[in-house]
């Protein structure tokens, strides 16, 4: 258990990651379905000018609010990476569906301390609709506490993946091997599949080529549920992680699906 002095630092640390998703979403929303220039990284994934000026202004607090924290994001990369607390942020998750008009797009806040996710934000500013995870505490969904399905078997599972693409060739294998062994399974979200996981509509979610800031803040989100998310290997997700990841309802669920990924 926290003391005082250590309880107050956290709620001081969940409202300011609070304060931040505010502020991407109003940057964020500015630009939804306006016409922007797309431009193409080296990896030819699309970023625009929204993807960058969310980035930024989520920065811009953080080295205000809290100059001795590291920042890892998306555009801008990583700063003080030797500091025991950094922030890891990916300002538009699904930057694809941004610049087509869906409204699945979302951003994503993680504090990390000493390497591990103890805070996070899932954010979607289009929908209306946004997951706190703290760790030791239930994630909420708009405020409202919420928890994963009670599915143990694959057989009676809805999964989802954010598209076939992210796979290569015998990741995509082994994910038909699963995904078919399910009741449905669906393509697309990008992280809002995490966050209707943890409200208990999606059983689980199987994805690879994966970056940091892609899935940290999934951690505390879906731990808090309820549920289970670990690499492939059924290790806990980090810095380091290999950016394949498995997020599911319960713990049978997820020993399910890693046992046939191992075959």
């Known amino acids: 258990m926290k003391d005082s002095s250590e309880q107050v630092v956290m709620d001081q640390l969940v409202e300011f990651s609070l304060d931040l998703a505010d502020a991407a979403k109003a940057v964020a929303m500015s630009y939804f379905r306006n016409r922007i220039e797309v431009e193409h990284k080296s990896d030819l994934s699309p970023v625009t000018v929204a993807d960058r000026e969310v980035e930024l202004i989520m920065r811009e607090k953080i080295t205000q609010q809290y100059p001795d924290h590291g920042i890892l994001g998306e555009e801008h990369g990583l700063e003080n990476s030797n500091f025991p607390e950094i922030w890891v942020l990916d300002p ?151 950016g394949r990841v498995i997020a599911a309802a319960t713990v049978e669920l997820h020993t399910e699906i890693l046992h046939l990924i191992r075959q």
């Open 92 to 242: 538009i998750d699904g930057t694809k569906s941004f610049i087509t008009g869906m409204p699945t797009f979302g951003t994503l806040i993680a504090y990390l301390k000493q390497g591990r996710p103890v805070i996070s934000v899932i954010d979607m500013p289009a929908m209306g609709e946004r997951w706190l995870g703290v760790e030791g505490k239930t994630t909420t969904r708009n405020s409202e506490p919420c928890k994963t399905s009670s599915c143990k078997n694959l057989s009676q599972a809805n999964i989802y993946s954010t598209s076939p693409d992210c796979f290569g060739a015998h990741e995509l294998e082994i994910f038909n091997i699963v995904s078919q062994k399910a009741l449905l399974r669906r393509f697309g979200g990008d992280c809002y599949s995490y966050g209707l996981l943890a409200s208990g509509y999606i059983d689980a979610v199987i994805e690879a080529s994966l970056e940091p800031y892609d899935y940290l803040a999934l951690v505390p989100v879906i731990e808090g549920a309820g549920g289970v998310i670990t690499d492939w290997e059924g290790k806990p997700l980090s810095t380091h992680s290999d």
